[in-house]
């Protein structure tokens, strides 16, 4: 009697998952996903600058981030170029080209005087390293007049004599000097044209979209009315 009751209920629980297993057969039959469409990948605006005889970097604020690298990146360079001259000087005949762009030009700009903290070391390394000046560094500091004003008299002296005397930068701290007030972009344009006559110059611009017009169509009117091509990139926060 007991064995006819436990086959019994054997059968009944044999039911019970094949009716459980048809029922979750038929959900997921019925159940819709929806459709997810994958766009990109797009990359970084500044990862081809290799390809450029020229940089142009224009950082806002934060947006002198993603330019640190590359500085990084050049300033690894100069340094396996100087260690291979010095190999190729021992060597009669042997010769060492560099790859990639020849010069670079970065321009930061920030309200903060606390910002330049961020990559002080990377802008002492720069100056102590780049002895051919192959990167030329311009940090501006927008919450302070304009050089030349009354206002900011004081400071610019105070600036100059320190860094005739230390070679450190009284506002950013470091071995690279501080420009107040903003750029003239298009005397920064006008300069880097009359310098670098027919090259291919790569603007890249990371910050806030306000300033992206003026860059764009400055580097558009040196390029039609100048022998210098400006290709402009843009990042926006």
């Known amino acids: ?21 048809v029922i979750a057969e038929g959900a997921e039959e019925n159940t819709k996903f ?20 020229i940089l142009f970097l224009i950082g806002l604020g934060i947006g002198a981030t993603p330019f640190i690298s590359i500085l990084k990146d050049l300033l690894h360079n100069i340094k396996s170029n100087n260690e291979q001259q010095s190999m190729n000087d021992e060597e009669a005949g042997s010769s060492f080209k560099s790859n990639g762009p020849s010069r670079a030009y970065f321009y930061w700009v ?6 330049f903290e961020w990559f002080k070391g990377v802008m002492n390394e720069v100056a102590e390293c780049d002895t051919d000046n192959a990167i030329e560094m311009h940090n501006y500091l927008t919450s302070v007049y304009e050089e030349g004003d009354a206002r900011s008299a004081l400071i610019a002296m105070v600036q100059s004599l320190q860094h005739a005397k230390n070679g450190v930068d009284i506002v950013s701290g470091s071995k690279i000097r501080t420009h107040f007030a903003r750029p003239n972009w298009r005397k920064v344009y006008s300069d880097m044209a009359n310098t670098h006559k027919n090259a291919r110059i790569g603007v890249f611009y990371c910050g806030s979209p306000t ?3 003026t860059l764009r169509e400055l580097a558009i009117e040196f390029s039609h009315t100048t022998t210098t091509r400006f290709h402009f990139h843009k990042e926006n926060f």
Not at 42 to 51: E, L, S
């Open 1 to 21: 009697m007991q064995a006819c009751e436990e086959e019994v209920n054997s059968k009944k629980a044999t039911l019970s998952r094949l009716e459980t297993t």
């Open 34 to 53: 929806p459709k997810i469409f994958v766009d990109g990948p797009f990359g970084a605006p500044a990862q081809n600058y290799k390809k450029y005889d």
């Open 110 to 115: 920030t309200r903060e005087q606390g910002s």
């Open 211 to 213: 300033l992206t017009k």
